[in-house]
T-cell receptor
């Protein structure tokens, strides 16, 4: 079973920041938090990952709480092309498996 | 990032026939690959872990005799859906971890299987 819970859907205005929350209260100390997104009928696309420090790359920022029980993915300036299903995943440390939950459907509106 | 390809992108077959789907890592070697299945409006479900040079390991509830996996080389894994039935119609996606990128998993574009 997935170790994360996310809201089913969210809306965001184009040009504004999109903040997608994720709860992973049972995460172990050596497990990473990964974010992927899936645009309709395509394979998932890697966005970002982190262990305990906040991370930023050209696509997004990842904020992880100090107790590591939750995190937030931030898309700083959402565009219409960011409309997708966003998956927050705790990667199994031993097997490397990614177990997908239901994800959050982000709708970016003009 | 690394590139993973799948072939074919779409396939339609008749009930009772078998279909083979290929997954290739194009610019890196992958000793492990993962196969997922996704039904409409649902999330990805992990089916099995493909291991180069050894047997695949299947997730609970996945029939290993129906979904044959062969990891023949460090860049190719194949999934064969045997005696396909309409309920096997789905979107099949593979992924591979790239050792050059801290074993980040890169996903293929998926294969849409329709069984008539």
């Amino acid at each position: 079973d997935a170790k994360t819970t996310q809201p089913t859907s969210m809306d965001c205005a184009e040009g504004r920041a999109a903040n997608l929350p994720c709860n992973h209260s049972t995460i172990s100390g050596n497990e990473y938090v990964y974010w992927y997104r899936q645009i309709h009928s395509q394979g998932p696309q890697y966005i970002i990952h982190g262990l305990k420090n906040n991370e930023t790359n050209e696509m997004a920022s990842l904020i992880i709480t100090e107790d590591r029980k939750s995190s937030t993915l931030i898309l700083p300036h959402a565009t219409l092309r960011d409309t997708a299903v966003y998956y927050c995943i705790v990667r199994d440390f031993n097997t490397g498996k990614l177990i997908f939950g239901q994800g959050t459907t982000l709708q970016v509106k003009p | 990032g690394a590139v993973v390809s799948q072939h074919p992108s779409r396939v339609i077959c008749k009930s009772g026939t078998s279909v083979k789907i290929e997954c290739r890592s194009l610019d890196f070697q992958a000793t492990t690959m993962f196969w997922y299945r996704q039904f409409p409006k649902q999330s990805l479900m992990l089916m099995a872990t493909s291991n180069e040079g050894s047997k695949a390991t299947y997730e609970q509830g996945v029939e290993k005799d129906k979904f044959l996996i062969n990891h023949a080389s460090l860049t190719l894994s194949t999934l064969t859906v045997t005696s396909a039935h309409p309920e096997d119609s789905s979107f099949y996606i593979c992924s591979a971890p790239d050792p050059a990128w801290n074993y980040e998993q890169y996903f293929g574009p998926g294969t849409r299987l329709t069984v008539t």
